[in-house]
């Protein structure tokens, strides 16, 4: 599990637990500039709630000193029936107390909106930057990972924040300024309280090391839960069909133990690191209390003396237990970090053009110039090839399953770049387009129809979020599925079942093909769009394609040569390359691949 | 939701906890011994050092600065206790939870998982179970020990002084309304809280398994946008649960002090009129000052048992959903099945579907004799995948019965019915492992012979040629295959089940016309020994059974041959023919003509 060496950039090694140095260093930065980043928006707020913490502790501490007046001068000046001492010291009191209780209860709700703003404004940067990972990152990372880095990763975070920063900063000048008294007061004791700090310095540094990692391995540990869960919840049907269930218990149980057992070492590890500081602040104070107990005896000084000593050493130690729990909030929350930070790294191998061309009425004519693809791992998908598909064209591509087709479809609506070459839409590389006028020119509608929960409607106008009710009925009729959602309890509000599963597969890609029609984009690619369509609904299909398609250049990859009928062109790949080209009527009077194909069709129809 | 009050809800956990309540018990004594020395330390100190200035010896010395040592690592020894003693419970008390809510999901029916979000899933067994864990092992010890170390400090101040400190605790009780007040208004709000967050996950879950469809319409932002909402939203709710703590520690920073405040007050007077000594009076604002912290704690402990509260609740609302599809009592075993898979007067509904709509499936009647196959036909949406996943009781009929070799399918176990039928689903679900334990995962046992001979028949054979061979690792966590590839495998692994029944539903839809040919040519001969129910949308596939099937409005309308049903019914011309008589295509104008 523990690799040494190796680069650590993005989510490269994600799962190492041991780190070298370098690693070790690089992994820090990026974590300390993602915190630095997140508190900048905050920093004024952040000081001003120091400030309201400081002066509530100040206010707190007033308490004691009012008491001893009262005790010392008022009960004195009551005795002798003058009450205004007692008013004076009593009133103040209380005041101090209103103080106190109005500023820290102020405080708790101010503090609340400062984390609540970092951890939202986080939200929304992982979020946003997952969405604009290109999808070659969340081919190889799982969504299961994407998830724990947005659910269990942020919780961590979350409880860093609210075990409470400001109290940090209270309870760390509450030891300075005890401290600055003891050196004022006697130097000896100051002396064996700073030395009680070496043995504290090592407890710390044990504390850090162990818990680094085996707070990386809680991170690893809970990711891995969070896979294995999402995997089962999501393909819950297979599961069950296939037996699955125990051996998932199995795995799933291992994964919960091993969780369990990260997780119990941190928190032992804490529960031998706070006693641990306890013991030392006490030594350390019977170590004062020895060593001024002698002086005392060889009346070098006198009892106030080591009396005030000892308390204030008391004292210097009474914030540090907090401290202790801030560290290791910190602790788990760095390893949140240290992952978040690699996700928020990862760049998204499909870049959005900093300086993008406008295209502002896109026509469609698409020219691939010289375009090869290959994967990093070095297979070839695409041989080079050049290809001019002008404005208006519907292309069918055809061919066996691995032929490229799909990579093909996939360089047009920019899910990847061409690792060499060119693709450009009306003259413009595809590259220097800016991706809200890429999507709006360029839509793909895969076989894999997602529906998001929500409404029909909603779904439908995820296509085009502006879209009026009756265009999203328009589009509902055009592709033939308006009776069939009418026929649904709420009609175009009904809401779809997670995952569509109320809503059949063939009334899934229809609903998906409805959300392609609102789009309205110059360029369509149907991937394998009408796969599981029962031939009537192709029948409405392909009628309303023809007036969807219509003006339009299309790129269509269909199983079924049925849908390729209305095609002006027919490409067919094999191995990456294209070795037919021409109209349909032209390629099925011939001996080609494509005229066998056909055949083959025409003969399954009846 | 449950409307339990909070003791009762959480007295829920006591069968999960109770391997843990000893040592949780004696953890709080350990609390509770560390609050005690806590009340003792400051007057045994301050005995002490008055203590030195009769002190003339080395000797006389050293026994003081050994109680004193002696006292503070008796109190580090008492945190050491509370931790060890409670931790470790703690976290197996939260480990067996999650594996029993795991447990209880896998078993639950595929009606309960068509209802929950993942996400919403996902969040009761990450934060919801943590919490519970921390409030066990940290929030319940300081609850109890705290609670215990307030009343034993009362009556330490109604010992110094009666009239003071009934005063004091007079004063003291709003604190108990407020609190009282405080839990039922964070209450809903802390259900709120944990269900935006379930929400949020579930926000999370949909835009990662819809990345390709947000990516192709260019919805990233739209997706953001409507993230941004929720987690808008969850942080209004946030800082309401704060505005709610936040006047609460006002009231509990307020009442001791006021109460602190008065009794200085009071105790003067009472000094001044000789009825109280000072030392007494000293004695007894020093004890109001240990109290200070556990009064405090009463706070964030109550919030904390709030929350953990609506988490438990969020537990045992999966756990308490009623599995409906349940093994038998006493189930009967069909050894060796022969096949005989029969459909009689078969209805369902959807639970969730109108009450007055009819039903999806309404009295279908099949008989599939052992190894015959018949293909189901009908339009897109009436029912036949819905059918299938009866037959291995995903879903439960709502009337008729199905039956296995005669036996009612309600008769057998899970396990067996579903060992003895096997599917291949139209979206081919891959779990992340090997090639190998995914195609064998209805025959763990099956021989490399058997395998091959699946990879073969669903011409799968491409997965020798991956990096590891069969033993690359697929699914979410591996290499991704395309559709074609996925579906074949999913293909190859309901005929390596070796069943005696398959449900086939679309299996070829991703297939391209060659490889879809070579397929059925090599399913037919699985097919001549094996019982099938195989959805079909191509005419290509339906030449693959033996019979049809037509399903319309929620019946079988037609069985027989595919030759005599496009001869004589309109229906299935309508559903499977693209020609017309004359072998043109037709087109949606011919219809409406």
Redesign the interface.
């Given at each position: 599990m523990a690799r040494h060496g190796g680069g650590m950039r993005g989510v490269e090694n994600e799962d190492q637990i041991e780190l070298t140095k370098e690693q070790q260093k690089e992994v820090r930065a990026r974590s300390l500039k993602l915190l630095f980043s997140l508190i900048r928006p905050v920093k004024l707020r952040l000081v001003l709630s120091f400030v309201v913490v400081i002066v509530s502790q100040a206010f707190r501490v007033v308490?004691?000193m009012l008491?001893a007046f009262?005790?010392d001068t008022?009960?004195p000046a009551?005795?002798k029936n003058d009450m205004t001492p007692?008013w004076l010291?009593?009133g103040a009191?209380?005041f101090?107390?209103?103080a106190?209780?109005?500023l820290?209860?102020?405080?708790?709700?101010f503090?609340?909106?400062v984390n609540?703003?970092v951890?939202?404004d986080l939200?929304?940067r992982v979020?946003?930057h997952?969405?604009?990972l290109s999808?070659e990152f969340?081919?190889?990372y799982?969504?299961?990972r994407?998830?724990a880095r947005?659910?269990?990763d942020l919780?961590a975070i979350k409880e860093l924040l609210d075990s409470g920063s400001s109290e940090l900063i209270a309870g760390v000048l509450y030891m300075i300024f005890t401290a600055v008294a003891l050196v004022l007061l006697d130097l000896p004791s100051f002396a064996i309280l700073m030395l009680s700090l070496i043995p504290l310095a090592f407890l710390t540094r044990w504390f850090q090391k162990n818990t680094r990692l085996n707070y990386r391995k809680t991170r690893v540990a809970?990711a891995k839960?969070?896979?294995q869960?999402?995997?089962?919840?999501?393909?819950?049907?297979?599961?069950?069909?296939?037996?699955?269930?125990k051996r998932?218990?199995e795995v799933?149980?291992e994964l919960?133990?091993e969780?369990?057992k990260v997780?119990?070492k941190v928190?032992?590890l804490?529960?031998?690191y706070?006693?641990?500081l306890?013991?030392i602040?006490?030594?350390a104070?019977?170590m004062i209390?020895?060593v001024g107990?002698?002086r005392?005896?060889d009346g070098s000084i006198g009892?106030g003396v080591?009396?005030a000593a000892?308390l204030y050493s008391?004292r210097f130690y009474d914030p540090m237990e907090g401290l202790a729990m801030f560290y290791n909030a910190y602790q788990s929350a760095s390893s949140a970090l240290e992952k978040i930070s690699g996700v928020l790294e990862e760049e998204p191998t499909v870049e959005e053009a900093a300086n993008p061309t406008p295209l502002t009425e896109p026509k469609g004519h698409l020219e691939f110039k010289d375009v090869e693809f290959h994967y990093s791992n070095g297979i070839t998908v695409l041989k080079p090839f050049n290809l001019n598909i002008p404005a208006g064209q519907t292309v069918a591509l055809?061919?066996?399953?691995?032929a490229g087709k799909?990579t093909l479809a996939k360089l047009v609506?920019r899910?990847y770049d061409p690792t060499h070459g060119n693709l450009e839409l009306d003259e413009i590389d595809l590259r220097q387009i800016s991706?809200?006028e890429?999507?709006?020119a360029i839509?793909?509608?895969?076989?894999?129809?997602?529906l998001?929960?929500g409404t029909v409607a909603e779904n439908i106008a995820?296509?085009k979020?502006d879209s009026t009710e009756d265009q999203i009925i328009e589009a509902a009729k055009a592709v033939g599925v308006h009776e069939?959602i009418m026929s649904m309890?709420e009609g175009y509000n009904t809401d779809v079942?997670?995952?569509g599963?109320?809503?059949?597969?063939?009334?899934r890609q229809?609903i998906?093909f409805a959300?392609a029609f609102i789009?309205d984009p110059a360029v369509l690619i149907l991937d394998?769009a009408t796969?599981?369509?029962?031939?009537?609904?192709e029948?409405?299909v392909?009628?309303g394609l023809k007036t969807l398609l219509n003006g339009r250049t299309s790129i269509i990859i269909a199983?079924?040569?049925?849908t390729i009928?209305i095609a002006d062109r027919v490409l067919v790949m094999e191995h990456g390359e294209v070795i037919e080209d021409d109209t349909p009527a032209k390629l099925i009077a011939g001996s080609g691949k494509f005229a066998k194909?056909h055949k083959?069709?025409r003969d399954?129809?009846? | 939701m449950s409307k339990q009050g909070t003791p009762a809800t959480l007295l829920r956990i006591f069968p999960y906890a109770k391997s843990a309540l000893p040592r949780i018990a004696l953890g709080m004594l350990a609390a509770l011994g560390g609050h005690m020395l806590a009340l003792t330390i400051p007057q045994v100190?301050r005995d002490?050092?008055n203590g030195?200035?009769n002190?003339?010896?080395?000797e006389a010395?050293?026994p003081?600065?050994?109680i004193?040592?002696g006292?503070?690592?008796l109190?580090?020894?008492m945190?050491?206790l509370r931790?060890?003693l409670v931790?470790?419970p703690?976290?197996?008390v939260?480990?067996g939870m999650?594996?029993k809510l795991?447990?209880k999901?896998?078993?639950l029916p595929?009606a309960f998982?068509?209802?929950?979000?993942?996400g919403q899933?996902?969040?009761r067994?990450?934060?919801d179970l943590?919490l519970i864990r921390r409030w066990l092992s940290f929030g319940l010890v300081l609850l109890v020990a705290n609670g215990i170390t307030l009343i034993v400090g009362f009556v330490i101040l109604i010992g110094f002084n009666l009239t003071l400190g009934i005063i004091y605790f007079a004063i003291s009780v709003p604190i108990w309304v407020i609190g009282f007040n405080f839990e039922k208004k964070y209450h809903t709000t802390a259900r709120l809280s944990q269900d935006q967050a379930g929400d949020?996950?579930?926000s999370?879950?949909?835009?990662?398994?819809?990345?390709?469809?947000?990516?192709?319409?260019?919805?990233?932002?739209?997706?953001?946008g409507k993230?941004?909402t929720d987690?808008?939203r969850l942080?209004g709710t946030?800082?309401k649960?704060?505005?709610l703590?936040?006047?609460l520690?006002?009231?509990l920073?307020?009442i001791p002090?006021?109460a602190?405040?008065?009794s200085?007050?009071i105790g003067?007077?009472l000094?001044?009129d000789g009825q109280m000594s000072?030392g007494t009076?000293?004695a007894f604002?020093a004890t109001t000052?240990v109290l200070r912290w556990p009064t405090e704690s009463i706070g964030f402990l109550l919030s904390m048992t709030i929350d953990a509260t609506s988490a438990v609740q969020r537990f045992f609302e999966v756990i308490d959903a009623p599995v409906d599809i349940t093994d038998p009592e006493h189930p009967r075993a069909v050894a060796v099945s022969k096949g005989r898979l029969e459909f009689k007067d078969v209805h369902f509904k959807?639970p969730?579907?109108?009450p007055e709509?009819p039903d999806l499936l309404d009295g279908i009647n099949l008989v599939l004799e052992p190894g015959e196959s018949v293909a189901l036909i009908?339009?897109?949406?009436c029912g036949?995948?819905t059918l299938t996943?009866l037959a291995?009781r995903?879903y439960e009929v709502t009337g008729g019965s199905i039956t296995l070799d005669g036996v009612d399918i309600r008769e057998l176990t899970?396990?067996d019915l579903?060992?003895n039928i096997?599917?291949a689903?139209?979206?081919a679900?891959l779990?992340?492992s090997t090639v190998r334990e995914n195609v064998l995962?209805?025959r763990p046992d099956a021989s490399d012979a058997d395998l091959d001979q699946a990879l073969e028949i669903a011409q799968a054979k491409?997965a020798y040629d991956l990096p590891d061979g069969l033993d690359t690792t697929i699914?979410?966590?591996g290499m991704?295959l395309?559709?074609?590839?996925r579906q074949r495998l999913a293909l190859a692994?309901a005929v390596a089940?070796a069943p005696a029944v398959l449900v086939l539903d679309?299996p070829l839809?991703?297939?391209?016309?060659?490889?879809?040919?070579m397929v059925e040519d090599a399913l037919r001969t699985v097919l001549t020994a094996t019982t099938a129910l195989i959805v079909a949308?191509?005419?290509?596939t339906v030449q693959l059974a033996d019979k049809v099937a037509l399903m319309q409005n929620g019946k079988i309308t037609a069985f027989g041959l595919h030759s005599e049903l496009?001869a004589v019914n309109d229906h299935y011309r309508?559903?499977?023919?693209?020609?017309d008589a004359a072998g043109n295509?037709?087109?949606?104008?011919d219809?409406v003509n």
């Open positions: 308490g004691p008491i009262a005790i008022a009960l009551a005795i007692l010291s009593v009191y209380l101090a107390a209103v106190t209780g109005s820290i209860s102020f405080f708790l709700r503090a609340a909106k609540q703003d951890l939202f939200r929304n979020f946003v997952t969405q604009k999808l969340h081919e190889k799982t969504s299961g994407v998830i947005q659910t269990s919780d809970s839960l969070i896979i869960f999402v995997e089962t919840m999501t393909g819950i049907r297979a599961v069950k069909a296939f037996r699955k269930e998932n218990q799933y149980q919960t133990e969780y369990r997780n119990a928190i032992q804490f529960g031998i706070d006693p641990g306890i013991s602040a006490r030594v104070v019977a209390l020895l107990g002698l005392v005896i009892i080591v009396t000892i008391r055809v061919g066996t399953t691995g799909s609506s899910f991706d809200v890429l999507r709006r839509v793909m509608v895969t076989q894999e129809a997602y998001f929960s995820l296509g979020p069939f309890p079942a997670k995952r599963g109320r809503v059949s597969a063939g009334q229809l998906s959300r789009a394998e796969a599981s369509l029962d031939i009537p609904s029948r409405m392909q009628h199983h079924r040569l049925s009928s194909m083959a069709w399954s129809l009846i | 100190l002490l050092i030195l200035k002190i003339g010896t080395v010395l050293l003081l600065v050994f004193v040592l006292l503070g690592l109190e580090a020894v945190v050491l931790r060890w931790l470790t703690g976290t197996h939260e480990a999650r594996a795991y447990a999901l896998q078993d595929v998982h068509d209802k929950w979000p993942s899933l996902l969040s067994a990450t934060g943590s949020l996950a579930t999370v879950e949909q835009s990662v398994h819809g990345i390709r469809v947000l990516k192709a319409f260019g919805r990233g932002d739209h997706a953001a993230f941004a987690a808008l942080r946030e800082l649960k704060a505005g703590i936040g006047n520690w006002l009231y920073i307020l002090e006021f602190v405040g008065i200085l007050f003067i007077g000094v001044a000072v009076l000293v604002l000052t959807y969730d579907a109108a709509s009908g339009v897109t949406g036949k995948t996943a291995t995903l899970r396990d579903r060992s096997a599917m689903f139209e979206d679900t779990f992340s995962l209805g491409f699914g979410e966590e991704s395309s559709g074609g590839q692994r089940a679309d839809s991703a297939l391209d016309v060659d490889t879809e040919a949308h191509r005419p290509s496009i309508f559903v499977i023919s693209s020609l295509q037709i087109s949606v104008e219809e």
